[in-house]
């Protein structure tokens, strides 16, 4: 069976020697280098050979090009890093049909010119993160970016960013236990949806793509408080929302809008809970690998074994491992 992974990520060499440069003490330079299917484009393939029909389309792992250097120095890490996607893209078209790119987001001008030049080479969409250096995407400075992506019809992959800095509580300077990342990611991947659904976006652009990253976050499990929290029961009235009523349509249906990746690290619960909730449609087989390569291989094993435990038919199971990819990607 044909399975195309369309979020997962991949560092060209070139790129990870020149991160390491700009952010010597960033984790990312510190622990990825012992990760060689990260970055070693042979040790991937091997990864890969363990799954027939595999197939990955490739983005860059954190961090935000934003958060490593400064306007006027981002726009050429860019370009590097897309280059370096796009020529193994080009170099392993069987296992790496497109790559997403990456943008220099603290540069909005050179953004969009980055996204023009990326599709020309070959990219299906681009990968932002839930925030900008601190700035929601919902600002009206960042709208030109979803503009142009709904001007060349391609998707926008969202992928959560906080970091220790984002405390558990107010009285505390960082976040402890790994909460910002185990359970700080999917309320970030969250509150960014409600930001974005709530600034108007989808009414503005209706062809809007976006891919929401592990399956929406918190999104399907606490489905219900969409409908109780925004009816606004302590302003207003049990039956209507302030903060909505500039929106053509009831805000559950905009969340279903988005499409969601099965990246949940092979729960089969958790996965049958995502796709209750987006639908074979708007379900897309992806496993945010990789890892070593020993934990990569389980994680994509039982992400396939958690898609295929679902309760579907072989046509909507097909759906969600290459179908959906394939037109939404236009591959």
């Not at 929106?247 to 619960?269: C, F, H, I, Q, W």
Request: proline fraction near 8%; hydrophobic fraction near 40%; aromatic fraction near 10%.
């Amino acid at each position: 069976m044909q399975m195309i992974d369309i979020f997962n990520h991949f560092m060209p060499k070139r790129y990870l020697d020149r991160l390491a440069e700009l952010a010597p003490g960033h984790v990312a330079v510190t622990a990825f280098p012992r990760l060689k299917t990260i970055w070693d484009v042979d040790a991937r393939l091997r990864l890969l050979d363990r799954f027939p029909g595999l197939q990955q389309v490739i983005c860059l792992a954190n961090p935000p090009l934003e958060m490593i250097a400064p306007p006027d120095r981002t726009p050429d890490i860019a370009k590097l890093a897309n280059d370096g996607l796009a020529e193994t893209c080009r170099q392993n078209p069987d296992r790496f049909p497109a790559f997403i790119a990456s943008l220099p987001m603290n540069n909005l001008p050179a953004a969009l010119a980055e996204i023009d030049r990326s599709v020309e080479m070959g990219a299906r969409g681009i990968q932002i993160f839930t925030n900008v250096a601190g700035e929601p995407l919902s600002l009206p400075k960042y709208r030109p970016i979803f503009q142009r992506m709904a001007h060349h019809d391609l998707p926008i992959w969202v992928h959560p960013m906080r970091t220790a800095q984002f405390s558990d509580y107010a009285s505390e300077p960082a976040s402890e236990a790994e909460i910002w990342f185990t359970f700080g990611w999917p309320y970030e991947t969250t509150a960014c949806m409600t930001r974005l659904i709530y600034s108007g976006i989808f009414d503005e652009l209706p062809t809007l793509k976006i891919v929401t990253h592990h399956y929406g976050g918190m999104i399907p499990f606490f489905a219900g408080r969409i409908d109780l929290g925004f009816r606004q029961i302590f302003f207003g009235t049990p039956n209507s929302n302030p903060s909505a009523e500039h929106l053509k349509r009831k805000p559950r249906d905009y969340y279903k809008m988005l499409y969601a990746d099965t990246a949940l690290n092979g729960e089969v619960s958790a996965t049958r809970c995502g796709h209750d909730f987006f639908g074979t449609a708007k379900s897309m087989f992806a496993t945010d690998a990789p890892f070593d390569s020993q934990q990569g291989a389980q994680l994509i094993g039982n992400t396939i074994a958690a898609i295929n435990a679902l309760e579907i038919s072989e046509g909507d199971r097909s759906a969600i491992f290459s179908g959906n990819a394939t037109k939404l990607l236009r591959l």
